[in-house]
């Protein structure tokens, strides 16, 4: 769908809220229309939008399963470095390596975390950029128009001031015409061609 079709679905949707009636502070709408018309909107927008939207949601699934599964093994790690204690006399090998696991999974963690940040930080500033082209199409868009309708109020207001002079020219033409008539048996001279009528 074009740009267009974003703009004309969000003006729907504003005029569907203007619609609504007012009860005390709330504003009752169409719950149905407005659910319709978000739905139009998501679908109306650019692919890039989209893909990006589900990107994010992808980075943020594969973030929290990744701290699930760095929770699960943090949590084996516990419980097998306390098994391990229970159950033999190198407490302090099992404890370093508990630690250790720790240690490397909360690193492992944290560096998935930045990279899910670094992409999505990318993906923000790039949706922004979108989102500044798109507006200043609008703009320039809106311009245009303008310029145009400018242009043909000129025309027209030309069209007017023409057929103004016309009409004084017209008046005045007449006004010497019937203004200015010569003694004649009739009293009506042709001032074309000066004859008598």
Same mark, same amino acid.
């Given at each position: 769908?074009?740009?267009? /079709?974003?703009? *004309?679905?969000?003006?729907? &949707? ?5 619609? /609504? ?14 659910? *319709? ?7 109306? &927008? ?24 760095? %929770? ?12 391990? &204690? ?29 990279? %899910? ?13 979108? %989102?500044?082209?798109?507006?200043? /199409? ?9 310029? =145009? ?10 069209? @007017? ?17 019937? =203004?200015?008539?010569?003694?004649? =048996?009739?009293?009506? @001279?042709?001032?074309? *061609?000066?004859?008598?009528?």
């Amino acid at each position: 769908m074009p740009q267009n /079709g974003v703009y *004309d679905l969000l003006k729907m &949707l504003e005029i569907a809220l203007d619609e /609504g009636y007012s009860v005390l502070k709330y504003t009752i709408v169409n719950k149905r229309e407005i659910e *319709d018309l978000i739905d139009r909107i998501y679908a109306a &927008l650019p692919n890039e939008v989209q893909e990006a939207r589900l990107f994010l949601k992808r980075k943020e699934e594969l973030q929290n399963e990744a701290q699930q599964k760095a %929770a699960k093994i943090v949590q084996d790690a516990q419980a097998e470095a306390d098994r391990k &204690l229970s159950e033999s006399d190198q407490i302090k090998a099992i404890e370093r390596e508990g630690v250790r696991i720790t240690n490397e999974v909360k690193d492992n963690c944290e560096k998935i975390k930045n990279i %899910a940040i670094q992409d999505a930080d990318g993906i923000r500033l790039q949706a922004t950029d979108e %989102a500044v082209k798109i507006r200043e /199409g609008a703009e320039l868009y809106a311009e245009q128009v303008l310029t =145009s309708l400018e242009g043909n109020l000129a025309q027209l207001q030309q069209v @007017v001031k023409n057929g103004q002079i016309h009409l004084e020219q017209l008046r005045t033409d007449s006004v010497g015409k019937y =203004s200015n008539p010569q003694d004649n =048996s009739r009293g009506w @001279v042709n001032n074309r *061609d000066n004859k008598r009528l």
